[in-house]
């Protein structure tokens, strides 16, 4: 079951695992997702622009078979090329342990970030460039890569224990993603530790959204995988 929980966190990481100035458009989209691994999941990923700069993710996954879910949403502003994220919460529903809920909140005022729910914490980020939770942190890779930064840091959050690291991507090459026939050219980005690489598939033709993520470890493969656009724009 400890392993288990690991997949599922590492899901929740590299979760699509996917600037601009405030006056360039933002397009909505939704998109069905396949996470495959120990176990599968079927997903819908949906981002939605709410106004004044305020945009909405949410990320919904399941597995009937095994009665397994992860549920994501957050809630950000985009001003400047940089995302401000306004909270986050998630839902993991793991097969024989049950639920496990948790939601952030970000306190620009006092510069910190609290956890409540069945994990609790408090982050102070002073002095930090803001520690971006899986969505909102995806959404910053997408408009990195769109405004044509090869090489470039984000500061992540491991939420199961409230620390803050920071992540280093850069761009390797470029490849073509085929989804129900359609050929989407993408950039590839690489993420790498000691003993784990992840490689980020960003489609040009499709305003830079995350499409692709695979994570390969010592101990297993993870892939998450577009696999139909259900609406774009």
């Known amino acids: 079951m400890k392993h288990l929980n690991k997949y599922f966190l590492s899901v929740i990481f590299i979760s ?40 909405h993710i949410i990320f919904t996954g399941k597995n009937r078979m095994l009665n397994a879910e992860l549920n994501q949403e957050a809630e950000f502003k985009y001003l400047n090329s940089k995302v401000f994220p306004q909270y986050y919460s998630q839902k993991i529903k793991i097969p024989l342990r049950g639920v496990v809920k948790q939601t952030i909140e970000y306190d620009f005022k006092n510069q910190k970030i609290v956890s409540t729910g069945d994990i609790n914490w408090v982050i102070d980020f002073l002095g930090e460039s803001t520690p971006l939770d899986p969505l909102s942190s995806a959404f910053q890779i997408r408009q990195n890569v769109k405004k044509g930064l090869t090489n470039f840091d984000i500061n992540l959050i491991k939420l199961d224990e409230g620390l803050i690291y920071k992540s280093t991507y850069s761009a390797i090459g470029e490849e073509v993603i085929e989804i129900k026939d359609t050929k989407y050219p993408c950039i590839v980005l690489e993420r790498a530790t000691n003993n784990r690489k ?22 297993r493969m993870l892939s998450i995988e577009a696999e139909k656009i259900l609406s774009f724009g």
Do not use: M, P
């Open 16 to 55: 699509l695992i996917t600037f601009l100035s405030a006056n360039e458009d933002i397009y909505d989209y939704k998109i069905r997702f396949k996470i495959k691994n120990v176990i599968s999941l079927d997903g819908i990923k949906e981002l939605t622009n709410k106004g004044n700069d305020v945009h």
């Open 198 to 219: 992840t490689l980020y598939y960003v489609a040009k033709t499709l305003d830079f959204i995350l499409i692709k993520v695979r994570d390969d470890r010592k101990e």
